[in-house]
DNA sequence: ATTGCAGATGAAAACGTTTACATTCCGCTC
DNA sequence: GAGCGGAATGTAAACGTTTTCATCTGCAAT
């Protein structure tokens, strides 16, 4: 690694507290020093030590994300909303992933102790407790999608509740009355919420319906799995909602192996508008959670508290979700192709928006 | 942050020598005292301080990932394989994306130089100079799909070009005689290939065919445009192969709106097999890209080098691929329905290899 | 001419580890 | 019982920065 500050002092005939302050734009120094001094430094290709830096710093310009998984495209937005705001913000990216049980969760949050800055935590299945264990108190966390409501964490949620209970409210008001719901894995808070808001939609309607709840790992193959289950029934339900975009791809694609036509034979929703959601046909109706939004916004959070650490911990925040109509719930009451609507990032789409942010 | 190794020394009343020793596995330390500091050091939450730890073993435990973007499916699925193979070793990830251009490439990589003991890059667009001016010599590092040739550096490529000459040919065996291929962004070293491996495989075909390139960046929005464009001509092509499966998706996408039916009408074929391929209706026929595979053959490369900094560099290794037929670019030749191919990450495809491993 | 002041620079301490080297301790052997 | 050897433990240097404090310089004010 060789070339450290002492040498750059050396050969710019400087102190290394001058070749220091220069090089981190401190004010008190000579424009000419400074100027032979960059000049130097980029000759020897100096790069400051990191560690050695944040030793002293007690910074390390880095900011820790911890998740469940990787897979599907629902990661890979809320990474890259996190990525462009740590991005802007030059701070590093940590990710630490795949932590399928408890014990795996603590040894990764143990194993970024003291590596980063502060730390962005989603796992589904971390209670209070488990963090009070395992996670020291002066590092600054935000939480995403959590269960945990201790006044002790910030935390930023999807309003998973709201929009399943719009969701069924849209279906519900377009005259759907009997409505299969595909779950997620157990114990996962999204999964929990979004059917509870499925179900309170059903009760607040209180007209006579019907419902059924199939089982899911929002995986697209237990949605391919799900869509398997209702093709086997002696009467089908007429509409499939399910817990998240990855399942009613699955599902769709059972459906249409077997001939059933979406949304004529049988309407089909999701959650959480991954990029994909709008290619595929029928386009999907869906909840639109914007994903790489809640990245970033959950960064932006992490900073905040990062910068002031004594601040009182804001709320629990929740991001508002809202309804995209598209083909694959049966066209809107407004009816149209909605051709135009289906394509490009900025493009308007039929909406419903839940309860917003709190 | 408080609690430092000193703490752990005068709480144990041993030296912090010992401590270090003992809480490092060192065997030169009584079973006896290393039991009451790991006692001690656990009751009071002793987190060694990373930095500190690296100033002086020049270890960071830490890998760093350079991609251009973070943008769907691929790359989900390629930092997925990368984090595993990490995991696997007690590595750390550090991810770095969205370089548009050269300058941010560079300024990504001199703020990853010193942070991390190795160092994966994928950036389509970088070059031999860049690196020997951008990247410090003595860092380990391996070349994810570049074009660099350099002997300096271990490389490690998708048979991009032996993919799509092995596709193409597969087109042309089954029949298909005017293919349109939808290319990816300019630059872009797996996009060139590709092209390169469409248009060998037609000239290696010798028969009479007709071909033509719509540009794409790889994005299904663009997919879906050359799709569009496809539709507005007066004499469409038999086939279109796109360079990637999202803009393949997209420009499905774009045919299933206008009521041209695939394979039917129009045959369609991508390139990666991201997971939603087959999911996808009709299911993608595809060039098998094991990805995470990639991510993870990067890793151990990159390992081996941080390992063994003086072994000669293995000559740059390519990643073979695997025509997967489903049901996009018409039935093969043998016939039926596929139906229980379509579904399951086990599952067998029709298959024809590229070259392999060279 | 002396004092004072401000701005530029330098010397050295501090950050928390690991580790080479020194010391202590203990049980042996002669 | 003195000397020895080896294991366990302690001491202190080193890692490369940042930053506090001190020094130095030149210049204006007295």
């Known amino acids: 690694m060789g070339i450290t500050i002492k040498d750059v002092a050396k050969a710019a005939g400087v102190s290394v507290a001058s070749v220091s302050r220069a090089l981190n734009g401190h004010d008190n120094v000579t424009a000419e020093t400074r100027q032979r001094i960059t000049t130097v430094a980029r000759g020897l290709r100096y790069v400051p030590h990191s560690a050695a830096r944040s030793l002293v710093t007690r910074r390390t310009q880095t900011i820790g994300a911890l998740l469940p998984d990787l897979f599907g495209e629902f990661f890979s937005e809320l990474i890259r909303g996190i990525d462009l705001a740590a991005r802007a913000r030059g701070l590093h990216l940590l990710v630490s992933s ?34 009070d264990d395992h996670l020291h108190m002066t590092l600054p966390a935000v939480l995403m999608n959590t269960t945990v409501q201790a006044a002790r964490y910030a935390t930023l949620n999807i309003d998973n509740h709201g929009g399943a209970f719009a969701m069924t409210q849209h279906l519900l008001k377009r005259g759907h009355r009997d409505i299969a719901f595909i779950g997620g894995p157990d114990g996962n808070f999204d999964a ?76 089909l929703t999701g959650f959480d508008d991954i990029p994909i959601a709008r290619y595929v046909s029928p386009p999907l109706t869906t909840v639109r959670v914007r994903i790489a939004d809640l990245g970033q916004g959950a960064l932006e959070q992490l900073v905040a508290r990062m910068e002031t650490p004594d601040a009182p911990i804001a709320r629990a925040r929740t991001l508002s979700c809202e309804i995209v109509v598209r083909a694959s719930c049966g066209l809107s009451a407004g009816g149209g192709t909605h051709k135009h609507n289906m394509v490009g990032r900025s493009s308007r789409h039929a909406r419903e928006f839940t309860g917003g942010e709190s």
């Open 192 to 267: 929990s919420e979004r059917l509870a808001g499925f179900r309170a939609a059903l009760t607040a309607h209180g007209g006579k319906t019907k419902s059924q709840v199939l089982t899911g790992d929002f995986s697209e193959e237990s949605g391919y799995r799900a869509g398997q289950q209702l093709l086997a029934m002696a009467k089908r339900p007429q509409t499939v909602f399910a817990a998240n975009d990855m399942m009613a791809i699955g599902c769709l694609f059972a459906l249409n192996q077997a001939g059933v036509r979406v949304p004529q034979d049988i309407a």
């Open 98 to 131: 795949s932590h399928g049980d408890a014990n795996e969760a603590a040894a990764a949050l143990r194993a970024m102790q003291g590596r980063v800055d502060g730390l962005l935590i989603m796992s589904p299945h971390v209670d209070a407790a488990f963090l």
